[in-house]
């Protein structure tokens, strides 16, 4: 210890959280620092000669008569150096009096994040305030528990999520060839990503598959049914047994399968039986007779199903209603034209060929699984890139919903295949979901029923089974409280809006002083990291990645200085229609 320090700083009061110091000469007392700030890390011994750290939350300056000002430095404790230099978290226990007060050590600073044993290493930051001091995180506790991301437009949270997963897909623990065993799914809504990761397994609406028939009950109702409707009960209960009774039908006439069993089915006969029941007729007499065109006696059913699977076949010519002999049949009122529409819309709509494709509905569920984890034969990959760009947004919801569902349900099977064969490998897998507010919003809309019931069930069971999810977004506020609140991971970037702030605050888990009113202020590239993962909340900056993903902000001045362009209209809107 200097004996410069010694003389220009001295405790003059301890406190439970917090310990004052008063400096009378300030400039001698920084001399051997070359950044001395709010955040920077002292180091007070006392009389058994143990350090304790702590960090300068705030200074006050105090005038005094015919003296140079004292300056008053208060700082929060936050643990000890023992004699062999290991920290120890907590600063409640410091002898009286404390002897000297000194500025710690760049190495003294290290050894408080140096607790991380060498197999949970994993870094991608240094200490704001002095870049040359790492701040590694535990790994296995960082990628074990939920994590969140958030920070506002500008802020470095892309580049921040490229480099969290960059480091993830390139640690090994040794020199073997090849990939490792990481397995991450990333939901990119802006086609950001791709170019970040050019050995990953990109998939966009041109080569995604997602049969229609793999959606549950939820999910399909969301897609075909309008919930503000009058009749939209009716066409779920319609729906319903419509489509329960064609996956029986075609698997092997099996009545226990249920409108949510995932199983292969015709949505073509789904809406054959559909427009056919909005047009039967049948013998005012004998309303058990159905009245169709081609059958002159007209044909009796012994019950729901039987009908069902006539009507199946095709769409028939029904007679028309003639008062007292032909009358309406139950659903020939006119409620289902809109229903059939609808439906007949979303199935030939040609951006979503992804879902209704004969090349997506002949797609077998393990080529389906292969290409969402990485493991197609031609294409091996540890992170899986999702563009969602070209998604539709009203089935957007669906889209993540779905595939967060399969994943979930991956991770449930590989669990139970792990506890049957012990020599099995563990598979955990890692879902990024960027921009999350856009698809697990906290308003009760039925229209996000899908996405934030499957998202919200990996929030609370996935760890189970191998599934964690990354929660990103620029609106923590408006994300499902359900799913932040199971966060156990925080990496906050600047935030502007007061109610993303304060939401933020409620939800963090572990806070030292005033760390969290900085989220205002903080620079691009700088965060704060808080959780179970780290050795205590710490202000960072994150290290740059390369390559980077392709969210940097286009230089409107410069572009605008440009001489005239003109915009190659044909070929935009050929690309447009083919949307």
Known sequence: MSEVTQKVAKVVSVLPNKIKIEVSDIEKFKLENEKFTVGSYLRVSDSDDCALLSVIENFTIEKKEDKESNYILEAAPIGFLDDEGKFTRGGNNIAIPPTDVDLARKNEIQKIYDVVSEESHFCFSTLSQDNQITVPVNGDKFFNKHIAIVGSTGSGKSHTVTKVLQEAIGKKNSSYEGLNNSHIVLFDIHSEYESAFPEGNSINVDNLLLPFWLMNGEELEELFVESGENQSYNQSSLLRRVITRNKQMHNGNDLDLTFDSPVPFSIIEVINCISNLSRETRKAKKPNIICLAHEEDGIEFTNDNEKFDYYFKEEYTFLEVKSQSISKGTYNDGTLEKFISRINNKVYDKRLGFLFSSTTEDSSFEQILRNLIGYKADNEAN?????????????????????????????????????????????????????????????????????????????????????????????????????????????????????????????????????????????????????????????????????????????????????????????????????
């Open 383 to 579: 992170i899986t890139i999702i563009d969602l760009s070209g998604v539709p947004f009203e089935v957007l919801s669906i889209t993540v919903s779905l595939i967060s569902r399969i994943l979930f349900e991956y991770g449930y099977f590989y669990k139970k295949h792990i506890s049957e064969n012990p020599d099995s490998t563990a598979n955990p897998l890692l879902l990024v979901y960027e921009e999350a507010h856009k698809y697990v919003p906290k308003v009760t809309s039925a229209k996000f029923n899908a996405s934030r019931t499957s998202i919200e069930r990996i929030a609370k069971e996935g760890r189970k089974y191998g599934v964690t999810a990354m929660i990103v977004s620029q609106r923590p506020s408006e994300i499902s409280e359900t799913i932040f609140s199971q966060c156990s991971n925080f990496i906050s970037m600047r935030l502007t809006n007061p109610d993303d702030q304060n939401y933020v605050k409620r939800l963090l888990p572990d806070v030292v002083g005033p760390i969290t009113d900085s989220l205002s202020t903080l620079k691009e590239g700088e965060a704060i990291i808080i959780g179970d993962s780290i050795i205590m909340p710490s202000l960072v900056s994150i290290d740059r990645c390369e390559p980077q993903p392709s969210s940097n902000d286009i230089a409107y001045l410069q572009e605008w200085q440009k001489k005239w362009h003109n915009a190659d209209m044909e070929t935009l809107i050929q690309r447009w229609e083919k949307k």
